[in-house]
Nanobody, 121 residues
Framework: QVQLVESGGGLVQAGGSLRLSCAAS????????MGWFRQAPGKQRELVAS???????TYTDSVKGRFTISRDIAKNTMYLQMNSLTPEDTAVYYC???????????????WGQGTQVTVSS
């Protein structure tokens, strides 16, 4: 079993910054990819940013140039630095990890519990 613990959400004014963290623990043999999703009220969950095992990062268009995804391999921790926040960024942010739990295992995906980000105008 794999556990994800998120932290760093909160309330911030427009133009401000927040840094989200997602720490993974448990039976992880290798990490295939990690990503941040968000879900605003009444909207579908969307992929915000992802990073592969080769540290290739991708972003949804609305956050390009403002958000930066990174990870600390030694700590199995992923970060999302969010700058120049706008009210449209308000959502619950979820981290997601895709891992192998053994050398011959299939890929498994896990979700964090979610952390609220609220940006006031």
């Amino acid at each position: 079993q794999v556990q994800l613990v998120e932290s760093g959400g909160g309330l911030v004014q427009a133009g401000g910054s927040l840094r989200l963290s997602c720490a993974a623990s448990g039976s992880i043999f290798s990490i295939n990819s990690m990503g941040w999703f968000r879900q605003a009220p009444g909207k579908q969950r969307e992929l915000v940013a992802s990073i592969t095992s080769g540290d290739r990062a991708t972003y949804t268009d609305s956050v390009k140039g403002r958000f930066t995804i990174s990870r600390d391999i030694a700590k199995n921790t992923m970060y999302l630095q969010m700058n120049s926040l706008t009210p449209e960024d308000t959502a619950v942010y979820y981290c997601n990890i895709v891992v192998r739990i053994a050398i011959t295992s299939s890929l498994y995906g896990y979700w964090g519990q979610g952390t609220q980000v609220t940006v006031s105008s």
